[in-house]
């Protein structure tokens, strides 16, 4: 009978449950692997103990903590960014006591929503005011309202973009009450296409979305933002400017492109810029809106800015992940940040490490991406863990382990990227390695 902590043994019905899942696993990994027969009943008894266990701190938490082999640095479907320790701590605490988040600490009277994630952005971006929203999909909402009910919002065709979800730009300005107004082609925009909506007062927005989940190449051409934000200041209109994933420092000097940041789209006259705090800003999940003090006020006495509003959790962690920025110190204390700027060589080290100590493992040369709809295409070097054979139960061992190692199949064999695992997990991921391929060898 298998030994369990605790006073007494799970409920009957969870333990046949996870017998029943052992069994099965171990009647699919003969069957792939071509085994005379089952290993032993000690082995199976260890492996219903620790399904149950990881059952239960399922049950507990709601949710699997993950090692992230996949080489997606944002993994939408793992979570986007893992935070800052200290985004974590500012959540904990604020999650755990009373804070002044309407309250001003000198009149003890009501005050502004918890500001300081919005002064820190106003320092990031030179915006003169900011707002923080639950997600930038919200964030853009309010800017395309900006447009007014029954108002027009003029986009570029090229920039009708499903932005993840089945949420899509013009679903968007339709729920925000304003009117879609398209111009230019798919592949070429220019900004004489926008003027004659503006000239004739058909549109009060110019809405630019950057194509920050996929790539048009070849015969293209879009407006240059400086350009297209004089005509629209000439005929009075705003410019919302939506750059999707975001990002405060440059991507071009870790080998990618350069992605449009927040201060440049400002520079070059922009009224309004979202972004979100979960991509490449490294935070949690949230929408960032920088830009005119006037308008930032109109957004904010919109009512459905108070539908779109974070709790004080999400306040206090963006914050302290912007604080990190401000103080210089995001390419060292921020995950996203941490992964795209890993050495090369550094993780080669730690794949022959590894696979010194895992028999039938081997280095492989591999090319991580940055992932969450950001930089599509993009690539950067990076070494993993090879692991040949039984692939399929072999990924299906590690995602049932504890710790739940997430990796993927390249040429026949489980890879495991190294750029998106923590070096302070390697320990973990071996032990998790060595048990995945002792149940499925």
């Known amino acids: 009978r298998p030994r369990f902590a605790g006073s007494a043994p799970p409920a009957h019905a969870a333990l046949a449950e996870a017998a029943r899942a052992v069994i099965d696993a171990e009647r699919s990994a003969i069957a792939a692997n071509g085994r005379s027969g089952p290993r032993s009943l000690e082995d199976l008894a260890a492996d219903v103990v620790e399904r149950v266990s990881a059952a239960a701190a399922s049950w507990t938490s709601g949710l699997t903590p993950v090692i992230n082999g996949t080489g997606v640095i944002v993994h939408t479907n793992l979570g986007r960014a893992p935070w800052p320790a200290a985004a974590i701590e500012a959540a904990r605490a604020a999650a755990g006591e009373p804070l002044l988040l309407e309250l001003d600490r000198e009149t003890g009277r009501r005050g502004s929503r918890y500001r300081a994630a919005e002064e820190l ?91 920050s989940n996929f790539r048009v190449e070849g015969f293209t051409e879009d407006p240059d933002p400086a350009a297209l934000a004089r005509l ?45 705090g979960d991509k490449l800003v490294g935070g949690p999940q949230a929408g960032l809106i920088v830009g005119r003090r006037d308008l930032i006020a109109r957004i904010r006495k919109d009512p459905l800015a108070r539908a779109m509003r974070p ?79 039984g692939a399929d139960a072999l990924l299906a061992g590690l995602r049932r382990g504890r710790p739940c190692v997430v990796a ?17 997990r390697d320990a973990e991921l071996l032990a998790a390695l060595r048990r995945a391929t002792r149940m499925t060898g």
């Open 121 to 211: 952005l106003i320092a990031l971006t030179g915006a003169e005011d900011a707002l923080v929203t639950n997600n930038n999909a919200a964030a853009v909402a309010l800017g395309v309202a900006l447009a007014g009910r029954g108002r027009g919002v003029v986009v570029s065709r090229g920039e009708l973009v499903e932005i993840g979800g089945g949420v899509r730009i013009p679903e968007i300005v339709r729920r925000a009450g304003a009117r879609l107004i398209e111009v230019g082609t798919t592949n070429r925009t220019r900004a004489e296409d926008f003027e004659p909506p503006l000239a004739e007062g058909r549109a009060t927005v110019v809405l630019r979305v950057h194509r």
């Open 232 to 276: 629209a200041h000439g005929y009075d209109a705003i410019v919302v400017d939506d750059l999707g994933s975001g990002a405060l420092l440059d991507t071009a000097p870790f080998g990618l492109s350069h992605e449009p940041m927040p201060s440049e789209r400002l520079a070059a006259g922009s009224d309004i810029v979202t972004f979100s």
């Open 408 to 424: 993927r199949i390249h040429a026949g064999s489980v890879v495991v990227d190294l750029r998106t695992v923590p070096p302070d």
């Open 311 to 389: 709790d004080k959790v999400t306040l206090a962690a963006i914050a302290a992940t912007l604080a990190l920025y401000r103080a210089g110190r995001a390419l060292d204390d921020v995950p996203v940040w941490q992964m795209i700027a890993a050495p090369a060589n550094v993780l080669r080290q730690r794949a022959q490490a590894l696979a010194a100590e895992l028999p039938g493992a081997h280095v492989l040369s591999v090319e991580s991406t940055v992932g969450g709809g950001s930089l599509p295409g993009e690539t950067i070097p990076s070494y993993g863990l090879a692991i040949p054979g």
